[in-house]
C-alpha cells in the first residue's frame, strides 16, 4: 500500500512531467497565440486566438543564439502564408523575448520587389520604381542608392560578424566599401496585408530565417475584446483553418 507520502510525490511527479510535455510541445510542435492589437494581416481580428506551427518551416530551436542551433529541416515559406515571427527590428531584447507579429509572406530569398524613392512598393517594374533583390543565404546582393539603407539594418541586427554604415548612399561594411555583400541567412519581405499600409518589410526591416517561429495554421477561438460577456465569443472564428 502506498504511503501518503508516496502518494504525494507521485502527484507530484506526474504533474511536473504533464508540464514538461506542455512545454515541449508549445516550443516544437504548435503554440498558441493571442491578437492583442487590431492586425493589419487580412484574415485576422483582433481576439483571435490562432494556432502556429512551428513544424511548417523546420523545427526552430529554443536556443536560437547558439551557433549550432540551426532549424533543422529548413523549408522556405511559400508567397501568401502567414507567419509568426519576432520583430526583426528589436535591438533592445534577445530573440526569443522580442514581440510575436502576424505578416504575410510576400517575396523569398532570390525575388526581387520594386521600390520607390518615397516608399512605395510594387511587386512588378513600374516606372520610377527600383528593382531590390531579397538576399539569399551565401548568395552576393549587389549594393544600390536604394537598396543600401535595409541591406546595412540587416547586416547590423543580423549578421554579427560584421559592423556596418552608411556614408551617403555608399555601403561600409568593416570599414570598406562594399559593392556586393552576401548573408549567412535567408531574407523575406513580410508585409501586413494591405500594400498602402507601410507596416512591413520597409518599416521594421528584411525578415531573417532564424526570427520566423511558424505558419499560422488556424484560429482556434476567438473573442470579441470589451463586448459583453454573452456576445463575447465570435461563434463563427471558431476552429477556423487558415
Same mark, same amino acid.
Given at each position: 500500500?502506498?504511503?501518503?507520502?508516496?502518494?504525494? =510525490?507521485t502527484a507530484v511527479i506526474a504533474f511536473a512531467a504533464v508540464t514538461l510535455l506542455? =512545454?515541449?510541445?508549445?516550443?516544437?510542435?504548435?503554440?498558441?497565440?493571442?491578437?492583442?492589437?487590431?492586425?493589419?494581416?487580412?484574415?485576422?481580428?483582433?481576439?483571435?486566438?490562432?494556432?502556429?506551427?512551428? !513544424?511548417?518551416?523546420?523545427?526552430?530551436?529554443?536556443?536560437?543564439?547558439?551557433?549550432?542551433?540551426? &532549424?533543422?529541416?529548413?523549408?522556405?515559406?511559400?508567397?501568401?502564408?502567414?507567419? #509568426?515571427?519576432?520583430? @526583426?527590428?528589436?535591438?533592445? /531584447?534577445?530573440?526569443?523575448?522580442? @514581440?510575436?507579429?502576424?505578416?504575410?509572406?510576400? #517575396?523569398? @530569398? %532570390?525575388?526581387?520587389?520594386?521600390?520607390?524613392?518615397?516608399?512605395?512598393?510594387?511587386?512588378?517594374?513600374?516606372?520610377?520604381?527600383?528593382?531590390?533583390?531579397?538576399?539569399?543565404?551565401?548568395?552576393?546582393?549587389?549594393?544600390?542608392?536604394?537598396?543600401?539603407? !535595409?541591406?546595412?539594418? #540587416?547586416?547590423? !541586427?543580423?549578421?554579427?560578424? /560584421?559592423?556596418?554604415?552608411?556614408?551617403?548612399?555608399?555601403?561600409?561594411?568593416? %570599414?570598406?566599401?562594399?559593392?556586393?555583400?552576401?548573408?549567412?541567412?535567408?531574407?523575406?519581405?513580410?508585409?501586413? %496585408?494591405?500594400?498602402?499600409?507601410?507596416?512591413?518589410?520597409?518599416?521594421?526591416?528584411?525578415? @531573417?530565417?532564424? /526570427?520566423?517561429?511558424?505558419?499560422?495554421?488556424?484560429?482556434?477561438?476567438? $473573442?470579441?475584446? /470589451?463586448?459583453? !460577456?454573452?456576445?463575447? $465569443? &465570435? #461563434? %463563427?472564428?471558431?476552429?477556423?483553418?487558415?
Open positions: 500500500m502506498l504511503t501518503r507520502r508516496k502518494v504525494v =510525490w506542455l =512545454w515541449l510541445v508549445s516550443v516544437t510542435v504548435a503554440t498558441e497565440y493571442t491578437v492583442v492589437s487590431p492586425p493589419r494581416v487580412g484574415q485576422l481580428m483582433e481576439g483571435d486566438r490562432v494556432v502556429v506551427s512551428r !513544424l511548417s518551416y523546420g523545427l526552430r530551436l529554443p536556443w536560437p543564439g547558439l551557433q549550432f542551433s540551426r &532549424r533543422l529541416s529548413y523549408r522556405r515559406p511559400e508567397r501568401g502564408d502567414i507567419m #509568426a515571427f519576432n520583430l @526583426p527590428s528589436d535591438s533592445l /531584447h534577445t530573440l526569443l523575448s522580442r @514581440p510575436v507579429v502576424f505578416g504575410t509572406c510576400l #517575396a523569398l @530569398p %532570390g525575388d526581387t520587389v520594386y521600390v520607390s524613392r518615397t516608399g512605395l512598393l510594387r511587386r512588378t517594374p513600374s516606372r520610377g520604381f527600383f528593382p531590390f533583390a531579397i538576399p539569399a543565404r551565401d548568395v552576393p546582393v549587389r549594393v544600390t542608392p536604394w537598396n543600401a539603407s !535595409l541591406l546595412c539594418s #540587416a547586416l547590423n !541586427l543580423h549578421e554579427p560578424c /560584421h559592423t556596418a554604415a552608411l556614408k551617403g548612399d555608399t555601403l561600409m561594411v568593416d %570599414g570598406h566599401s562594399a559593392e556586393f555583400i552576401a548573408f549567412t541567412q535567408d531574407y523575406f519581405w513580410a508585409y501586413s %496585408g494591405a500594400q498602402s499600409d507601410k507596416f512591413d518589410s520597409r518599416f521594421f526591416g528584411l525578415l @531573417p530565417e532564424s /526570427h520566423i517561429i511558424g505558419r499560422v495554421v488556424g484560429i482556434f477561438f476567438s $473573442l470579441r475584446p /470589451h463586448a459583453p !460577456l454573452r456576445s463575447r $465569443l &465570435r #461563434a %463563427g472564428r471558431m476552429f477556423k483553418a487558415i
